[in-house]
């Protein structure tokens, strides 16, 4: 077995993860963007040239060699002899699967209902090529153009449906996909693990190659205490707490097939928070009891700041709106990423009592996706469509979802509304130096409008206090649980920037080369 960690070997992101059998049949573990390398190159008014995608980011070494590219992107053949069979993608973060769009359709992508619905959505809202989950495909150009190695788009554009592997039967309106089984990505033993992250969907893979298990974690963090457990079905209901408990079933599920097939295990597990500075642990009871606290005792309007895809977030927020009689105010976008997400999966349909607290906020914007049109259009008819004048009459009423880019949207209220509101950070801290940028440009935001930040505070430098966020990573502690009940033969750590913690704990079963042959 050759185990090659292309991507995420020494730093934080962009996993990419080679497996390939003794009989030369292989897998992808993940197929992400590496910001880091990422951004020595491309900004947001800088990006690879669509025309020549696949020539740009080969050329700067953002994506490896290997014969698995679309080939309406007029990928070169390269000496590869490794048969890739499929990726995996462990979850929707663009750091796990934001380089999808450039797989030949051809590949299975394997991943959970939750990761496609949510990778459905953003791709209607107009991603860029690498991103696309759907293919739209390119042809090359024809004599009229000066260069006959530029990819031009097509009127009339070929549809190819991009082969998906989740254990049910995708509905698809456009025909965009293909379903697939387990048993035709790979010949063996396969097992998709669902476990507890900070997005829907994210899972760990558990595959039989050669004479072992190959376990693959993903991202995760840890499952609630036994002791937690009444909070969480009472306070934030049962779905909840079936979702929080993931982790522990997959480390039970991976026990199990370990003692009924009798196999070594192979561990790549990911160990993101090691190294890093923690002053408070927070988790998303912590969270969720700190944010309610803060809003019952404010009569202003409230700005709650979270990431579009953290679904489990904003049932957060919804939950607090419900107990303190308001209503949490989504844009069409975000709405429609919460609607998919019940249409795909109807674990995550809304009730009649929280749909009866959304509103939906008709932003200005002149060009709408369709799933944008549509959830203004079903709001409307509903009567669930909430306009500023309605926020500026009874502002103590709103919890407005909105963060840094949707700043432009508040103008449209009142300043007397806005002065001496409630702006709460529940998202992670700025890591680059183009964050930091855009925390100190969001600082002026905020003081033009007298509005009060919680979650972070602006000293000499930005400060995220981090009581209204909750990781979504293992601590080193659960790191250290996890790792000692599974008792794996061999540990390969990715997605991290402190190996020699493994090291120094399980010694020689922790292989921390890129290429790894067992």
Same mark, same amino acid.
């Given at each position: 077995m050759h185990i090659k960690l292309i991507d995420g070997h020494d730093c934080i992101g962009g996993n990419k993860i080679l497996v390939t059998s003794s009989r030369g049949e292989g897998f992808l573990l993940d197929f992400g963007v590496n910001f880091k390398k990422w951004t020595l190159y491309f900004e947001e008014y800088l990006k690879p040239r669509t025309g020549r995608i696949l020539h740009d980011l080969l050329k700067l070494e953002l994506i490896p060699k290997l014969n698995i590219y679309r080939p309406d992107l007029m990928p070169p053949q390269?000496?590869?002899?490794?048969?890739?069979?499929?990726?995996?993608?462990?979850?929707?973060?663009?750091?796990?699967?934001?380089?999808?769009?450039?797989?030949s359709e051809q590949i299975p992508l394997i991943m959970t209902n939750e990761t496609f619905a949510l990778l459905s959505v953003m791709d209607q809202l107009k991603p860029s090529v690498w991103e696309q989950l759907a293919i739209k495909t390119r042809v090359p150009a024809n004599e009229e153009h000066v260069r006959s190695d530029v990819l031009v788009n097509n009127k009339k554009k070929e549809k190819k449906k991009r082969r998906i592997c989740?254990?049910?039967?995708?509905?698809?309106?456009?025909? !965009? @996909?293909? *379903?697939?089984? =387990? %048993?035709?990505?790979?010949?063996?033993?396969?097992?998709?693990l669902p476990v507890y992250h900070s997005v829907l969907g994210a899972a760990a893979l558990c595959v039989e190659v050669d004479d072992a298990l190959v376990v693959y974690t993903g991202d995760l963090r840890m499952s609630p205490t036994k002791d937690e457990?009444?909070?969480?079905r009472f306070e934030l209901g049962e779905k909840r707490l079936d979702l929080?408990?993931?982790?522990?079933?997959?480390?039970?599920?991976?026990?199990?097939?370990?003692?009924?097939?009798?196999?070594?295990?192979?561990?790549?597990?990911?160990?993101?928070?090691?190294?890093?500075?923690?002053?408070?642990v927070s988790d998303e009871r912590t969270v969720f009891e700190n944010a309610r606290e803060l809003i019952s005792k404010t009569n202003?309007?409230?700005?709650? !700041? @979270?990431? *579009?895809?953290? =679904? %489990?977030?904003?049932?957060?927020?919804?939950?607090?709106?419900?107990?303190?009689?308001?209503?949490?105010?989504?844009?069409?976008?975000?709405?429609?990423?919460?609607?998919?997400?019940?249409?795909?999966d109807p674990t995550?349909?809304?009730?009649?009592?929280?749909?009866?607290?959304?509103?939906?906020?008709?932003?200005?914007?002149?060009?709408?996706?369709?799933?944008?049109k549509d959830a203004v259009m079903f709001a409307k008819t509903v009567g669930l469509l909430?306009?500023?004048?309605?926020?500026?009459?009874?502002?103590?009423?709103?919890?407005?979802?909105?963060?840094?880019?949707?700043?432009?949207?508040?103008?449209?209220?009142?300043?007397?509304?806005?002065?001496?509101?409630?702006?709460?950070?529940?998202?992670?801290?700025?890591?680059?130096e183009e964050q930091q940028m855009d925390y100190?440009?969001?600082?002026?935001?905020?003081?033009?409008?007298?509005?009060?930040?919680?979650?972070?505070?602006?000293?000499?430098?930005?400060?995220?206090?981090?009581?209204?966020?909750?990781?979504?990573?293992?601590?080193?502690r659960d790191l250290e649980w996890l790792i000692g009940t599974l008792e794996p033969d061999f540990i390969i750590p990715v997605h991290t920037e402190d190996k020699s913690w493994f090291v120094s704990r399980w010694g020689n079963k922790v292989l921390t080369q890129e290429e790894v042959y067992l």
């Open positions: 390269f000496e590869s002899d490794e048969h890739v069979r499929f990726v995996f993608l462990s979850h929707a973060h663009t750091d796990h699967s934001g380089l999808i769009g450039l797989l989740t254990g049910d039967v995708l509905e698809s309106a456009d025909g !965009d @996909f293909e *379903t697939v089984s =387990l %048993e035709q990505c790979w010949p063996g033993f396969v097992r998709v457990e009444d909070f969480w929080s408990k993931r982790t522990e079933r997959f480390v039970q599920e991976v026990k199990r097939y370990r003692d009924s097939l009798k196999k070594i295990l192979i561990l790549i597990v990911e160990g993101t928070r090691l190294g890093r500075v923690e002053e408070s202003r309007l409230v700005i709650a !700041d @979270f990431p *579009t895809k953290h =679904l %489990e977030r904003l049932m957060s927020f919804l939950r607090i709106a419900q107990m303190c009689d308001r209503f949490l105010v989504l844009t069409p976008r975000d709405y429609a990423l919460l609607e998919n997400m019940g249409r795909i995550w349909q809304l009730t009649e009592r929280e749909l009866s607290h959304i509103r939906i906020y008709h932003v200005a914007k002149v060009e709408f996706s369709k799933l944008e909430v306009s500023p004048g309605e926020i500026n009459q009874k502002p103590e009423n709103f919890i407005i979802a909105a963060g840094y880019f949707d700043m432009p949207q508040i103008l449209d209220i009142d300043e007397s509304v806005l002065n001496g509101s409630v702006y709460i950070h529940s998202t992670s801290e700025a890591y680059t100190r440009r969001f600082r002026n935001w905020l003081n033009r409008f007298n509005i009060q930040p919680f979650g972070l505070r602006f000293d000499d430098d930005i400060v995220f206090t981090k009581e209204f966020h909750a990781s979504g990573h293992l601590s080193a």
